[in-house]
Structures are given as C-alpha cells and as structure tokens.
C-alpha cells in the first residue's frame, strides 16, 4: 500500500491532475451526449432503471428498453408492485433477467425501509440486491451529486490511456485514483465526461486496452439456453418440462433449469414450469 501511494504521488502531480480534469471537461462541455438514458436527470427511479440495465450491456440496446420500461412502469411504487411476466416482458431482450428481479427487489426495500427515498450511504446501498461496488458509487454521484469513485470499463480505460496507469492495477486503488483526479464538487458531470470520454475518444479500438475480464462466446451458451427459456415462457406463460426439454435441447438443461428455479426466476408446479 505504501509503495502504491507514493507511485500514484509520483505520477499524479497536481499539475498533471489540473490538467486532466481541463481536458475531459473541456471535451465534454462541447461534445456531450445528451441523447443517453437519464442523462441531465438526477430522479433517482431513472437512475436506479438505467444504472441496472447499462451493466454489461451496450447503451444502444439500452435506450428503446429504457424509454418503454419508464412509460409502463413511471416510479418506483408501479416497479414494485408489477407482477413477474409484465416485468419481465419489458426486460426481454436486456438479457441477465436475474436483473429485472433484482431490481424489483430493491425498489421494494427502498420503498419498504427506506421509505421511497434511496440511501446516500454507499455501505447500505451495497446491501440492494445486484448493487455492487460500481453502481452504489454511481447512484450517489448521479442522483445526489455526492463525490465517489465511480470506476466503470470506460473511466478504466481513460485512466490507462491518460494517465499512465497500470492496466493491471485492483479495483480498489483505481477508486483512489478517481477520487484523486476528479473535482469533487462536480461529481455529475465529471462523471459523465469520463463515460463519454471512454466510449467516443479513448475507446478500446483506439486504445487496445481490453476490459478486465471477457465473457465466454454467448451462441449455444448456459447464457443462451437460459434466455430461450425464459423468452420461450414469457410468451407462451407456461409449458411442460418434456416440452422445454425437446424444444431447446442441450447437455446442461436440467443444471439450466434448476438454476432457474433456484434463482427464482420460474417455478414448477407439477410437471409444468412457469414464469409465476
């Protein structure tokens, strides 16, 4: 750790931080994109939705689902009390359906602990279901403004590409580093500038700095199987296990399912299984 906080002293000298904050901003003030889901918007039901669908999934399939999903669901009382399939029918091709329960899981204890109102504490935010270390620091920067280290695969990359810094540098310091380089009292807006920053000028092609880990190849995965499954009864509420069984047939069926049902994503009633 010592060693660490003198290398980052050494390479980090107020000047160069200046300097860094001058240019991100700088090219975001004249090039922001404004288009984004809940950019410019510090509602925290909008937030919450957006947050939780941009992981691990690409921003150009995020905003149609975005904008349909806060029509038909506008709070967080209509997220909690929606039943499963609507919930998950406006989920439906976001992938990760576990998510879209999550999700609804918090809006819950939100509503039910909290009372409606989302915590500014990033330790409890961390007890949400699905909220990790990233989204717990980007709910306080983007809904309250509060400066935390939000440290996604595109603000990694800036960091790299810019500043020097290692690629295989832990999570925990890289949240030291963006404390250290970005002005605190525009936890919002400097936030945005790293994202966009990251995915319009220091992108992975013009950098080659490739994100940490990699998922396997999604064609004929458990990932897939699972997401047939899942949009097979989502359409057709419910079917036998034979049936799903000869409709999507794969040496890992049964683990698929089990993990379904234990994940309570679908149940089992008899010798049927159904989203609810």
């Not at 390479?11 to 004249?30: G, S």
Request: with cysteine; glycine share 2%.
């Amino acid at each position: 750790m010592k060693n660490f906080k003198n290398h980052i002293q050494n390479l980090l000298t107020p000047a160069r931080i200046i300097a860094f904050q001058n240019k991100i901003l700088q090219r975001y003030d004249e090039n922001k994109r404004e288009w984004l889901p809940r950019r410019d918007s510090f509602d925290q039901y909008k937030v919450l939705v957006s947050e939780t669908m941009l992981q691990q999934t690409q921003v150009d399939r995020v905003i149609p689902k975005f904008q349909d999903f806060i029509e038909q669901l506008p709070s967080l009382q209509d997220l909690a009390q929606t039943d499963k399939t609507t919930l998950l029918r406006l989920w439906s091709w976001l992938w990760f359906n576990s998510r879209a329960i999550r999700l609804q899981q918090s809006a819950q204890i939100i509503i039910d602990t909290y009372h409606g109102v989302l915590p500014k504490e990033r330790e409890i935010l961390r007890r949400l279901p699905w909220i990790w270390s990233y989204c717990s620091a980007s709910l306080l920067a983007f809904v309250y403004n509060i400066d935390a280290p939000v440290v996604d695969t595109n603000i990694r990359r800036v960091f790299i590409a810019e500043l020097g810094i290692e690629q295989t540098m832990p999570l925990k310091w890289l949240e030291t580093v963006a404390l250290l380089v970005s002005p605190s009292w525009k936890a919002n807006d400097r936030n945005n500038a790293l994202m966009d920053y990251g995915a319009c000028v220091a992108t992975v092609a013009a950098t080659w700095i490739k994100p940490r880990s990699k998922q396997s190849p999604f064609a004929w995965s458990n990932r897939q199987i699972r997401w047939r499954i899942m949009k097979y009864l989502i359409e057709h509420n419910n079917a036998t296990y034979k049936q799903l069984s000869m409709l999507f047939m794969h040496k890992n069926f049964d683990t698929i399912v089990q993990q379904l049902l234990v994940e309570w994503l679908i149940v089992k009633k008899w010798n049927h299984l159904s989203i609810e």
